[in-house]
């Protein structure tokens, strides 16, 4: 094995020299503070405002994950504000991707080419300042991915992880094989994994379950959307408790698609939000009873969401936040968002400008996640397999949750790819030049 860290593809652990280990540290800290001064003090939006300004009074909801505001309110104690959030996501997100790089089998100079190709990646940038819960995941995840293996230090950052979104679950199998079948897996491993990442997600549950005060249940976040969906496309009605019902005799006139989801269910349309107990288990039982009477609607439905949060036709929303937008009537007892600075505006206006190049449409990530995972697997690469497969299983999870299609939604399954073609790309190059070697 040399100083660079270069290992065999059976995904022995790669070792870098101390002197390589301190550049890529070095390169990793200058990228973060770099991403720090660019998107300072951190955006908001109104689900981010909401958040802090439950951190700040201690009432907590299950609406968002209450982990995050509970890490804020602690962070509060130091930074007011969003900078904190911005400092956690940031370290944890560039720590992950140091420690990542030094296992890559490849020299010194290509690893840090991978950090700085990342760090100012378009796709990945474009989103990075926001203070959301999407980034904050993504950012535990791979801290997670490049503490793999490291028995003590794994087990909470990936807890963390999953304790950042409900659905994180779904990305979780990934990361766990990461760490414990990193020369590739077993029907023995596998069971493990899937032991473990069900342990996570339950043990995620009961803790943002004992931080809530109120229940909100976000499970009819997509429930309402789906019973939206099929009784439009199917002519029927559905028996919800009137707490979820503005008008139960009104049908919706028109064909129903995603894009008015808000209109549907927080305007004159027939449904709305409702945190009553009774009447969220009334929902649910119909929810299933739809589903199983209407698959092919449901299916239909889901399909135009995958189609959408895909980018398939057109980029998905929010795929760029280059200042805080929330509205200070929307969450109230929060101070005014600050203005952008104009290197902000600089940042904001340039990524917004990519748009028209197709490059923050997910499909194409998913595309490259996919022919990532399986030429790892077949040379034998099982840790960028397994960061790219994370990101592939996380995405497919959507077609059952995704409430909209939004760009941050498939956040992570965008990371994950670019961080397994670029660990691919460094070592076959490297192979190819040893190869190249050898024969002369």
Known sequence: MSISGVTSPDGARSRTAPGGRTVLALVAAACAATWIVVFYPGFMSNDSADQLLQARTGELSDWHPPVMSVLWRALETFVRGPFGMLLLQTAAFWTGLALLAGRIAAPVPAKVALLLALAVAPPIVSIAGAIWKDVLMVSFLVLACGLAGRRFVFWPIALLATLS?????????????????????????????????????????????????????????????????????????????????????????????????GAAIVSW?????????????????????KLVAHPLAYASYRAGMARRLLGLNDTPGNFVLA??????????????????????????????????????????????????CALAAATGRWRPCFIAFSGLACELGLFVVAPSSDYRYSYWMIVSALIATGWLVAELANGARGAARRRS
């Not at 349309?269 to 009873?289: G, M, P, Q």
């Not at 101070?335 to 990524?351: K, M």
Request: proline share 7%; hydrophobic share 45%; with cysteine.
């Open 165 to 261: 979104r409900y659905n994180a679950v779904f990305a979780m199998l990934g990361v766990v094989l990461l760490h414990v079948a990193p020369d590739g897996p077993t029907p023995r491993r596998i069971a493990g994994a899937l032991a473990a990442t069900a342990a996570l997600f339950a043990a995620s549950l009961a803790i943002n379950a004992s931080l809530a005060d109120r229940r909100m249940y976000p499970m009819q976040m997509f429930a309402l959307d789906d019973l939206s969906a099929i009784t439009a496309r199917t002519g029927t009605v559905a028996s919800v408790d009137p707490c979820h019902q503005r008008r139960s005799d009104l049908k919706m006139a028109v064909p129903y698609d995603e894009p008015k989801i």
């Open 269 to 289: 349309r027939r449904f709305r939000y409702c945190s009553d107990d009774a009447a969220s288990k009334t929902l649910v039982n119909e929810w299933v009873r």
């Open 323 to 372: 200042r805080s937008i929330y509205s200070t009537q929307a969450v109230p007892g929060l101070e005014e968002p600050p203005p952008a600075s104009e290197l902000q505006d600089w940042f904001g206006t340039r990524i917004w400008e990519l748009r028209s190049y197709g490059v923050f449409r997910p499909w194409i990530y998913g595309l490259l996640g996919i022919v990532a």
